[in-house]
């Protein structure tokens, strides 16, 4: 038996950045991406978001890989959110996301970014965010 516990923070939004997940929907969203991971074997620690993304602090267990995993995620929440009407739109995730390993120490560091994006997010744009990400971690971004 293999022993894993690989803690990621991701971050994925809605096509085009569309602010589609309406506040107190967004939580149905939410819970339902729980329930849906946690079927498929995906701990999922905390998750939170605002209208046009979303920040979740997960673990990959030993037989995963973050793009399936992503997969798993996003594309199961968007066909029930859109089976169930949930938004006003159509749910559509971008294709990328952003994924970075977190250290067992800085978790609870991330736990308070994630639950307070709200309030962060009235200081700094996702795309302002993004950049952010890219500069920290060291993203390499293609040009073509």
């Known amino acids: 038996m293999a022993f894993v516990k690989i803690w990621i923070h991701a971050v994925w939004s809605t096509k085009n950045r569309n602010g589609i997940l309406e506040k107190g929907k967004r939580e149905k969203l939410f819970a339902h991406i729980r329930e849906n991971a946690r079927a498929k074997d995906i701990y999922i620690d905390f998750i939170n978001g605002v209208?046009?993304?979303?920040?979740?602090?997960?673990?990959?267990?030993?037989?995963?890989?973050?793009?399936?995993?992503?997969?798993?995620?996003?594309?199961?929440?968007a066909h029930w959110a859109n089976q169930e009407q949930l938004f006003r739109e159509k749910l559509y995730w971008a294709d990328e996301y952003y994924a970075v390993s977190v250290?067992?120490?800085?978790?609870?560091?991330?736990?308070?970014?994630?639950?307070?994006?709200?309030?962060?997010?009235?200081?700094?744009?996702?795309?302002?965010?993004?950049?952010?990400?890219?500069s920290k971690y060291g993203f390499y971004v293609s040009q073509g």
Do not use: W
């Open 51 to 77: 209208e046009d993304h979303i920040h979740c602090l997960l673990t990959l267990n030993a037989d995963a890989t973050m793009a399936k995993t992503m997969q798993l995620i996003k594309g199961e929440a």
């Open 103 to 134: 250290s067992e120490s800085q978790i609870e560091k991330v736990r308070t970014y994630i639950r307070n994006q709200e309030e962060h997010h009235r200081k700094k744009t996702f795309a302002e965010e993004c950049q952010e990400f890219i």
